[in-house]
């Protein structure tokens, strides 16, 4: 498995969860009406994700992870697909159900790939 597959998907969470670590309380919640708390642990939450989808595949060290982590984004997502087209309209919510889906193949396929990769080690031993 290699990482490049989805570091754009990392790439995305690591900048929108560090965003939300070090924007300015009043101008996170300017548009949305969410305890800082929240958003920060948010951000948290999407930088650790963004992380276990690019290191485990870098170091070869807990590779179970990957779609954990894609899985977990992907969650993430259902809020940021449901509260803009609830608040704002289905249109500003297609890019994050864009990056949503994508995100569930990452996890489906990566786990999928994962399963078949130790049928085999352990039909070979």
Do not use: C, N, Y
Request: hydrophobic residues 60%; charged residues 10%; without cysteine.
């Amino acid at each position: 498995m290699h990482s490049t597959t989805w570091s754009p998907l990392a790439a995305l969470f690591l900048f929108a969860g560090g965003a939300k670590l070090v924007m300015p309380p009043e101008v996170m919640q300017a548009d949305i009406a969410l305890p800082l708390w929240f958003l920060r642990s948010i951000g948290a939450l999407e930088v650790l994700g963004a992380l276990g989808l690019v290191l485990p595949s870098l170091t070869g060290i807990a590779t179970r992870l990957i779609p954990l982590a894609a899985g977990g984004l992907a969650l993430i997502m259902v809020g940021a697909v449901a509260l803009p087209a609830i608040t704002q309209g289905a249109a500003i919510a297609l890019f994050p159900l864009v990056v949503g889906l994508l995100l569930a193949l990452v996890a489906v396929s990566t786990a999928r790939a994962q399963r078949r990769m130790r049928r085999l080690a352990s039909a070979s031993a």
